[in-house]
């Protein structure tokens, strides 16, 4: 018996379409400097941001994660937006980390 495909609602997000996007270039840049993260890396390399996967979840949770507009980026989230990507960012690392 052939495995049924999953209809397109239920496949796993994928990187470039659902989680990079959350990211800007200021949040990029931010997180790619060492001036403001310890160990500095690129928030649209897929493989970054998995290896730190926890780090960024708990960043976000915390609310220290995305920077505020006082660190010269657009500000930080609302509620609704942390919770959205709190989910999908759960469902990225759950559906095996999609490109």
Not at 16 to 40: L, Q, W
Not at 52 to 64: D, F, L, M, T
Not at 86 to 95: E, S, T, Y
């Amino acid at each position: 018996m052939a495995a049924s495909k999953k209809p397109l609602s239920e496949k796993a997000p994928g990187f470039a379409a659902t989680i990079k996007p959350y990211f800007s270039e200021c949040y990029r840049n931010h997180m790619n400097s060492k001036d403001f993260v310890p160990g500095p890396f690129d928030l649209w390399s897929a493989a970054a941001v998995q290896k730190n996967w926890p780090k960024i979840k708990n960043a976000v949770r915390a609310g220290y994660m995305p920077p505020d507009e006082e660190e010269g980026c657009e500000g930080s989230w609302d509620q609704a937006k942390i919770g959205q990507f709190l989910k999908d960012f759960q469902a990225w690392k759950d559906g095996g980390f999609q490109p």
